[in-house]
């Protein structure tokens, strides 16, 4: 079992910066992905960035409306992930949850089906 805890949300104006996280608590299994999902009001679920937390695991994805503005990062040892998010725009607005895969394989995906585990979610709000 994985129990993921996000924290970090909240308001910020466009072009502005904000760091989620995402602990793993400690007696949870090791798990193959960690990746960061997103759900704006009346949109459905949208993968926005996934990082391998094992070695062969290949690189971060992201979705490309994203790219150059988000970064993933995991700290493997201590099973916890971030989100740098900067220069945010409108559209990023959205509820953001954290999710683990249990999955092992070349990459890690931004598919949500893949993901076992979720966290509670944080609200970041961009006006």
């Known amino acids: 079992h994985v129990q993921l805890v996000e924290s970090g949300g909240g308001s910020v104006q466009a072009g502005g910066s904000l760091t989620l996280s995402c602990a793993a608590s400690?007696?949870?299994?090791?798990?193959?992905?960690m990746g960061w999902f997103r759900q704006a009001q009346g949109k459905e679920r949208e993968g926005v960035a996934v990082?391998?937390?094992?070695?062969?695991?290949?690189?971060?994805a992201y979705v490309d409306s994203v790219k150059g503005r988000f970064a993933i990062s995991v700290d493997k040892a201590n099973k916890t992930g971030y989100l740098q998010m900067d220069r945010l725009k409108s559209d990023d607005t959205g509820i953001y949850y954290c999710?683990?895969?249990?999955?092992?394989?070349?990459?890690?995906?931004?598919?949500?089906?893949?993901?076992?585990?979720w966290g509670q979610g944080t609200q970041v709000t961009v006006s």
């Open positions: 999710a683990a895969s249990p999955y092992y394989g070349r990459t890690c995906s931004l598919n949500s089906a893949v993901y076992r585990y």
């Open positions: 400690r007696d949870s299994y090791s798990f193959a992905c």
């Open positions: 990082a391998p937390m094992y070695k062969d695991g290949g690189s971060p």
